[in-house]
């Protein structure tokens, strides 16, 4: 899945297509049972808000923010915490922003004292939630539909330039205060890139990033590989050019072709394609495949795979020079330099030692990227123990990641915890 699996959790999408197609070869604990809580998180079809939040005692307002390129998204807000605040304080913004094939729903699946949208409510924050173009709540279009192929003509260069811009003016112009950014996986990348370009960075206090993806060359497991050799080609020739839906049959057969790959393990995807992820409860597991994983546009995954074969963070590469001259003046498409991103903004990422997508090579070019960051506005954290979805639905994430990002956000530096880990 390349590319699926690869940001995100695409991972979960095919492992959810795996279990659909082979229910019965399914036997490690942490596949849980496809459908058994079935009903058990309401569906989100009438907002978020409802389905998980103000369900848990907790305001919660709907918001649309249409982008310059017409997409209607949804978003919510949390603008206190379970006790109320006091009334005419002003709370910092914080914008949390879910990866790829998953919408904002994600962030709600572990308890509400476990979460982490409401634990930064509680903790004096005004939370926003994103949820992408193309996600379950995020499909209305000014003049376009999803049925048309040009609702999905986008990667994420889009997202650079105009989705998380549509979001932060947004979020700025309702509380007029600068924002602190949360993103994991894909949103991760967004985010980099965006402030690479000094895009954001007028409206942000700080950014925390979990699960970092930039650089994708060492993306573990057989996963990379096939990216590598063939994904560009099967992805497009099995999904088309619009819509890449990880439910709808290309999936399935999307998922029999890399089953076919030697070397791939079709009886672990979970873990052959995010890493051993230490601390996840299967029942949560569970509510995350009731609820299915997202759809994006088929050109996302192929610029995703791009740059996990090409082993630089770049736009979308149109395969041929005269359209890459025709939309970037040049015949390569330009790189995202990340040692452009301004060297004062303060940042925090914390990353895994088991995370098979954001590799800790990989991390660590990205890392190197950021030599020359004033030290005293870096924060880094690693994680032994952690994979990819441990950062959204651990157990323990509030005790290893939240709070910290939490005294981060308060402007607490974090050097200390460089080499944390957990048990
Ligand atoms: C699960 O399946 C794999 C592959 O068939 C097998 O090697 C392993 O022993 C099984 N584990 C359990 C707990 O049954
Ligand atoms: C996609 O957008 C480009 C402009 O960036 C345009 O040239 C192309 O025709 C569009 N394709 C579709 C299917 O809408
Ligand atoms: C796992 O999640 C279920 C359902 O939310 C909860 O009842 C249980 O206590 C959790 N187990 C652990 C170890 O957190
Ligand atoms: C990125 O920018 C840095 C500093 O501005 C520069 O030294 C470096 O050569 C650039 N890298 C590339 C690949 O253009």
Redesign the pocket.
């Known amino acids: 899945m390349g590319v699926p699996g690869l940001l995100g959790l695409a991972a979960w999408s095919f492992y959810v297509l795996v279990l659909a197609v082979q229910p019965h070869q399914a036997n490690s604990s942490i596949r849980g049972s496809f459908g058994l809580n079935k009903g058990a998180v309401a569906s989100p079809e009438n907002g978020l808000c409802a389905s998980s939040v103000t369900v848990h005692g907790y305001k919660c307002e709907e918001h649309e923010v249409t982008t310059k390129d017409g997409y209607i998204l949804s978003v919510q807000r949390i603008p206190e915490g379970r006790v109320g605040g006091s009334a005419g304080t002003k709370k910092q913004p914080v914008l949390i922003q879910h990866g790829v094939t998953v919408d904002g729903l994600t962030w709600f699946l572990n308890s509400p004292g476990q979460n982490l949208p409401l634990i930064l409510a509680n903790n004096g924050f005004d939370v926003w939630i994103a949820n992408t173009r193309g996600t379950r709540l995020s499909r209305q279009h000014v003049s376009l539909v999803p049925s048309q ?2 609702f999905w ?1 986008w990667s994420w260069d889009e997202l650079v330039s105009f989705e998380l811009p549509a979001l932060f003016d947004y979020v700025y112009g309702q509380t007029g205060q600068k924002i602190d950014y949360v993103g994991h996986s894909l949103g991760t990348l967004t985010a980099l890139a965006s402030f690479s370009e000094g895009k954001l960075v007028n409206q942000l206090k700080s950014a925390a990033l979990l699960s970092p993806i930039a650089y994708l060359s060492h993306m573990k497991t057989a996963l990379g590989n096939i990216a590598a050799k063939s994904f560009v080609g099967e992805i497009r020739t099995l999904f088309g ?1 619009a819509e890449f839906n990880p439910k709808g049959k290309a999936g399935g057969d999307f998922i029999k072709f890399l089953c076919d790959n030697p070397g791939f393990d079709c009886y672990d995807l979970v873990t052959a394609l995010t890493g051993k992820n230490c601390c996840l409860n299967s029942s949560i597991v569970d509510l995350f495949l009731t609820n299915g994983p997202q759809s994006t546009s088929t050109m996302n995954m192929v610029h995703l795979s791009q740059t996990v074969r090409n082993g630089v963070v770049a736009k979308y590469n149109y395969g041929r020079h005269d359209y890459n001259l025709m ?1 970037y003046g040049e015949a390569m498409p330009p790189i995202y330099n990340l040692s452009n991103i301004p060297h004062d903004l303060p940042m925090f990422l914390s990353y895994g030692g088991q995370d098979a997508l954001s590799d800790v090579l990989d991390v660590k070019h990205l890392l190197d990227d950021l030599k020359s960051h004033d030290v005293d506005k870096l924060s880094v954290q690693f994680i032994k123990d952690y994979a990819h979805v441990d950062f959204i639905m651990g157990v323990n994430a509030k005790d290893v990641v939240y709070n910290q990002v939490v005294k981060f956000f308060k402007g607490q530096h974090l050097r200390s915890l460089m080499e944390a880990s957990v048990v």
């Open positions: 192929p040009a003509n050019q939309h």
